[in-house]
């Protein structure tokens, strides 16, 4: 493959593209003047400043593209854009972690796809995507093989780790022999069963709020009473305020999960991951979306390890989300790219994640019970949910006397959240978990989300001990392992601090020897 070094424009399809989009933003504008003689200000404004953005979004959109340039070399990715503020760009191939591919219906329907490369840790200089918006999709295929070329080296638990920034190339990584898939295998495919474990909870309610609140705004900027016509459905008062409650709160739950199924149903269309393989390596690819699609490739030979988070209200589901630890991918962002998986049964994540790690279901470390926690971890959290209690009560009781028109005896009802405090520390306590299977060092814990996380020994590189007044009496440490990947640290929360060395020694072997050998020198 030759690698063509010269400046490239976008594509310019997104020209007409936005043409075709300030020309839509302007007919409900023309529409609302074509039948309406007189139309107020009420139902003018939203319209003109609908259309007002969107003909600057177009015209941006166009300047973009007429200061916008590109270029692909064997070793970078530069890129020069701006008009008033000059801006240029180059990133390393070797330091690229992902490439990700979407379309809009607009992009589909032009043939063009948004590039966005992914070059490191969230927060570290030069971490923000790369995009390219927008280019012809034979374009942004060619970008994708060419990014994700060279990047290679090793990651299962068992290997060595090479240093960031020194993995070897591929031998001749310009040949068009190096890009190409030598095969694929699918890992997973969307089941339409997951549905329930995506509409189901809070967000449910918010989407309600919204859509009411949308249709409520758009009725009454075209003078129509949705308050008075809705009253005219039921006699509500015949019904009384319990059965009024019951039933808004149904039809509002489900408009809820309506909305979050049609949600769920246009991002995860046609969902699959699979494992891309490569001359080069191999890639985990993801693919969904209806209306807007999205393909992200993940170099495999960054991925340290898997996530499985279990949300305290769904866990009656056995629901589950999906992450891998990898360096250099976002994990804090609407849709991280370090999501594999969408929301589901937990025991489809388990066997997902064997698959991605290259395990079978016997060394699989999501399977392996791991090594319960002492009583005096349990006590710990005890103790926290008992001082929270005393505190909202006497913060009850102070209000009680400064505030007259609250009760005396206020204050009882901070005592209430006792038996609630203490079922939630057990429920923590029972969440938490450290072990070695494998290769892979494991730990659980959390109480709102029960992670467990699986993470290569080798991946570890430093740990950190840490113990509070109250831990160094009850005898307990938080060991945490230090890694380059996913959030930079995983915890074993509340190990016995007695075992606790023992057990890091043991996981990554030689990490701690020079600590403990001056330790015995001093002690000497």
């Keep these: 493959m030759t690698v063509d ?33 007189e139309p107020g200000a009420a139902v003018l404004l939203p319209v003109l400043v609908a259309a007002a953005v969107g003909v600057f979004d177009a015209a ?23 008009l008033l503020v000059r801006k240029e760009r180059s990133l390393p191939i070797d330091r690229i972690r992902s490439v990700s591919t979407t379309a809009r219906l607009r992009h589909r329907l032009a043939g063009v796809r948004v590039v966005a490369v992914g070059t490191g840790q969230p927060g570290a ?34 290997a060595e780790l090479a240093p960031v920034g020194d993995e070897p190339r591929d031998p001749d990584p310009t040949s068009d022999a190096a890009d190409e898939p030598a095969g694929d295998r699918t890992l ?14 809070f967000w449910s309610l918010v989407t309600a709020a919204g859509l009411l609140w949308g249709g409520y705004a758009t009725a009454g900027a075209f003078g ?33 999960v309506l909305g979050m199924a049609v949600a769920f149903v246009a991002e995860n269309w046609d969902f699959r991951l699979a494992r891309v393989r490569t001359a080069s ?75 991605v790690l290259e395990l079978d279901e016997a060394q699989n470390p999501f399977r392996v019970p791991l090594r319960p926690h002492p009583p005096a971890a349990l006590r710990r959290r005890i103790g926290w949910a008992v001082l929270a ?20 005896r206020i204050w009882l009802a901070g005592l209430g959240l006792l038996p609630p405090a203490v079922l939630a520390a057990v429920i923590a306590y029972r969440s938490l978990g450290h072990g070695i299977v494998g290769d892979y060092l494991v730990v659980r814990s959390g109480l709102l989300s029960r992670s467990t996380t699986a993470v290569a020994r080798p991946a570890v590189i430093g740990w950190r001990v840490r113990q509070s007044v109250l831990q160094r009496r009850l005898g307990l440490a938080t060991l945490a392992a ?43």
Aim: hydrophobic share 45%; with cysteine; glycine share 10%.
């Design 5 to 37: 070094s010269q400046w490239r424009r976008l594509d310019p399809r997104v020209i007409w593209i936005d043409g075709l989009y300030a020309a839509l933003s302007l007919a409900p504008t023309g529409l609302t003047l074509l039948l309406l003689d």
């Design 60 to 82: 941006r959109d166009g300047l973009r593209w007429w200061k916008t340039r590109y270029r692909l070399t064997d070793e970078r990715v530069e890129i020069r854009t701006g």
């Design 125 to 158: 200089a030069g971490s923000e995507a790369l995009h390219l918006d927008a280019v012809s999709r034979a374009t942004a295929e060619e970008l994708r093989r060419r990014l994700l070329t060279g990047t290679s080296g090793a990651i299962r638990g068992g």
């Design 188 to 201: 997973a495919r969307i089941r339409w069963s997951w549905l329930p474990h995506n509409v189901l909870g």
């Design 224 to 256: 129509v009473d949705a308050a008075g016509f809705v009253g005219g459905l039921l006699d509500w008062r015949a019904l009384g305020p319990w059965w009024s409650a019951v039933i808004v709160g149904l039809l509002v739950g489900t408009l809820g």
């Design 281 to 355: 390596g191999s890639v985990l690819r993801t693919t969904q979306g209806l209306l807007n699609t999205r393909e992200v490739n993940r170099d495999e030979h960054r991925v340290r390890g898997i996530e499985i988070s279990e949300p305290l209200l769904w866990r009656w589901m056995g629901t589950a989300d999906t992450n891998v630890v990898s360096t250099g991918l976002r994990i804090w962002s609407m849709h991280p790219a370090t999501t594999i998986l969408p929301r589901g049964p937990v025991r489809v994540a388990r066997t997902v994640a064997a698959e």
């Design 389 to 408: 209690t005393t505190a909202c009560v006497v913060v009850l009781l102070w209000l009680g006397e400064v505030v007259p028109a609250l009760p005396d």
């Design 482 to 524: 230090t890694t380059a990947a996913g959030h930079g640290w995983y915890a074993a929360v509340d190990v016995p601090a007695a075992t606790a060395v023992a057990f890091a020694e043991a996981a990554a072997p030689g990490l701690l020897t020079p600590i403990l050998v001056e330790s015995c020198e001093h002690a000497a």
